[in-house]
């Protein structure tokens, strides 16, 4: 009984992560069309710069690049997540938990470090607000990732 009672708070954490993984996706999309877009420009013999790094990004700071690239896999992992969730969800039984669970746990994990990767980019400053904004949507995914795997873990244990 009190394993049903948790599904709704499952739910809608599970619809929350998605939407705000897709939000931080498109994002960091937008951060990567500009990296190439924008940054290094191969000249007409395809010399490359002397100081090219596929990595650096001519927008926000030394962190960005890094940053950028974890988010965009974080991202991708943590939509697949909600994918198994509903999943889940639907069935709400102990045989589908491992497979929703696991993947939201990577997802989880992911989001961590790049969330780790937000807070060295806000430490060093200079960055616009864009990606102020996806550093606050992954350092609030952390959490309610955690707690959407607290959520499902938790209606299983009453089964």
């Known amino acids: 009984m009190a394993g049903q009672q948790l599904k709704p708070v499952a739910t809608g954490l599970l619809f929350l992560n998605f ?28 010399q490359l710069p002397a100081n ?13 690049g890094f940053f950028v690239t974890f988010a965009l896999i974080a991202s991708v992992v ?9 999943s889940h969800i639907r069935s709400w039984s102990s045989e589908s938990l491992p ?12 989001t961590v470090l790049a969330m780790g990767l937000a807070w060295k980019e806000i430490d060093i400053g200079m960055r616009n607000s864009r990606l102020k904004t996806m550093e606050a949507f992954l350092i609030i995914l952390s959490v309610t990732q955690l ?13």
């Open 78 to 86: 943590g939509a697949g997540s909600a994918l198994a969730g509903i």
């Open 19 to 46: 939407c705000m993984y897709a939000i931080v996706a498109a994002i960091g999309g937008w951060a990567l069309n500009y990296a190439i877009n924008y940054g290094f420009i191969i000249d007409s013999n395809l």
């Open 52 to 64: 090219f790094s596929p990595i650096a990004f001519p927008i926000g700071n030394a962190a960005t």
């Open 99 to 110: 497979s929703a669970a696991s993947v939201a746990i990577i997802a989880w994990t992911l």
């Open 147 to 159: 707690i959407y795997i607290l959520a499902i873990h938790g209606g299983s244990a009453r089964r």
